[in-house]
């Protein structure tokens, strides 16, 4: 997801500030995820199974062949483990490159820069991406030290932290006391949270909240899944504020997005990518998959076909419903299948001779501005030049939900002037004097940016994610022979480059575990 960590931060500030003033302990810290982790887990009741979802077990690892379709982190992460392990294994990618969502611009939109149309940040809680930047030698621009600071604007006037801490303190109590009722009874509270919208939860509470308040809550909606309130489940405001065992909780990297790769996200790509070629044909979109006897045929959109044992599929989600699945799929899964989609999010990144936002937000900054009588022109920027060499810069001029349709409406240049004119009373003097957009929406083997989940999604798929607890998976995204990974069926990591990275590594040790074969040391 990319992020409303700043302003979850201020949310969570105005909790600290209502426990203080009813002498209350101040919250606990917790790893990212743990609630959303937690409410998966008890929705799907994974206590009481061994293990939900699974592999028939084989004997047979010298003649099990596996297909992976999708070559992004969650694909190459699965090849790379099986390749591993010793199991044939090859993967198939629609495009004509790797990486899916995951592409660095090199040199663009300004010469010797590394800028992210696609997947940029990692949380001080991501392991996986942690774990592959240490085994490759891929260093890591470390955004804590640099002082950033975020800046507000509301129809056109600044608003001052300590402001806006004050502001959010109504709906911050309300939100953890629904957190606190969840808490106490996931199986009756998450299923009437999950129902209500986001838009339908603040319009309750709305006398909690002053129209910039309001206006606020809806942009970290659009940045984070990609869609306008009233299509996204109100639970998910209850996450970034939970409750644990009865105790007011802060998540300690509140999606701090601290890090990023020296070189671009891509180079985790080619690192991955590299030693495994002659295991990978590109140009290959999967159309479907049948049972014959006790193996699986795939075909391919360009002719050609493959037989195999089991599949690992890792496209995006809206991509899962074009594979025709020969009726493999229970019911269940078949909806989850057809149902679940890709947030809309787009990117304007907008070179500048100089870093002039440094004043006013210090290195990795970021600025929001909100329009209270609509969706505005834009959520947010970040300076996504932090770390990097020289005196020009790229700022990260970030659109979700309704605001991508008209971004794609109108020229580029027209929509970021407009832009850096709503944020001029934070940050003046902006004036590009180079941009590239993205187009993820538009991009048919994307089509979309990263998960959304729809009121009643959550609670009603809860059984099929992937779900981890101390390095284990204790419920898997399988539907007979067939496994399914990527950051929408993440636990905890939706919308990150980890949440794939995770699921690819659990994929591939559920393969490995019906073989009866174990994980090669990394």
Not at 48 to 58: E, H, K, N, R, T
Not at 389 to 417: I, R, S
């Amino acid at each position: 997801m990319r992020g409303s960590g700043p302003l979850w931060g201020l949310l969570n500030a105005a909790r600290r500030a209502n426990l203080a003033g009813e002498g209350a302990e101040p919250p606990i810290l917790l790893p990212e995820g743990i609630t959303r982790r937690r409410v998966l887990a008890a929705l799907g009741a994974t206590a009481a199974l061994p293990l939900a979802g699974c592999f028939a077990p084989s004997s047979d690892k010298a003649g099990t062949r596996v297909a992976i379709i999708g070559g992004g982190l969650a694909g190459l992460v699965a090849l790379d483990a099986l390749t591993a392990a010793g199991v044939e294994a090859h993967l198939y990618e629609a495009r004509g490159r790797l990486g899916g969502r995951v592409l660095t611009a090199n040199n663009l939109p300004e010469p010797g820069l590394n800028i992210e149309d696609g997947g940029n940040l990692i949380n001080t809680d991501h392991d996986d991406m942690l774990a592959l930047a240490k085994r490759f030698g891929i260093a890591l621009i470390d955004r804590k030290p640099m002082a950033a600071h975020s800046r507000y604007v509301a129809d056109g006037r600044l608003l001052g932290d300590s402001e806006l801490i004050e502001d959010l303190r109504a709906i911050a109590a309300q939100i953890a006391k629904d957190a606190a009722a969840l808490d106490a009874d996931y199986d009756s509270v998450a299923p009437k949270l999950d129902a209500m919208s986001v838009t339908a939860y603040l319009d309750q509470h709305a006398a909690l909240m002053k129209p910039h308040v309001r206006a606020l809550l809806d942009a970290t909606i659009r940045t984070e899944f990609g869609a306008e309130p009233g299509d996204a489940s109100a639970i998910e405001l209850l996450f970034n504020l939970p409750v644990v065992d009865g105790k007011q909780a802060e998540l300690i990297s509140l999606s701090d997005e601290r890090f990023i790769l020296t070189g671009g996200s891509s180079s985790v790509v080619r690192a991955l990518s590299e030693p495994l070629m002659a295991k990978i044909s590109t140009g290959h979109a999967l159309v479907s998959i049948a049972q014959r006897d006790d193996a699986l045929d795939l075909k391919f959109a360009n002719g050609k076909g493959d037989r195999v044992d089991r599949v690992i599929v890792t496209v995006p989600a809206p991509l899962m419903r074009t594979i025709d699945y020969g009726g493999l799929l229970p019911k269940e899964w078949a909806a989850l299948v057809a149902e679940i989609d890709s947030g809309r999010n787009d990117k304007i990144n907008a070179g500048y001779a100089k870093r002039v936002w440094e004043e006013k937000t210090g290195p990795a900054g970021a600025a929001w501005a909100v329009d209270t009588k609509g969706p505005g022109i834009f959520s947010e920027f970040w300076d996504a030049s932090s770390g990097q060499p020289g005196e020009a810069g790229v700022l990260t001029w970030f659109f979700g939900g309704d605001q991508v349709d008209a971004l794609h409406a109108a020229e580029p240049d027209d929509v970021l002037g407009r832009a850096e004119t709503a944020v001029a009373p934070a940050v003046p003097g902006l004036k590009a004097r180079s941009l590239r957009r993205t187009a993820w929406v538009k991009d048919p083997f994307s089509r979309g940016a990263y998960s959304t989940f729809k009121p009643g999604q959550l609670t009603r798929f809860a059984p099929h994610f992937w779900l981890e607890e101390d390095g284990k998976a204790t419920q898997q995204a399988v539907a007979g022979p067939i496994a399914f990974a990527g950051e929408h069926l993440s636990d905890a990591f939706p919308g990150y480059m980890n949440g794939g990275a995770q699921t690819g590594r659990l994929a591939a040790e559920a393969v490995l575990a019906s073989l009866r074969v174990k994980a090669a040391a990394t």
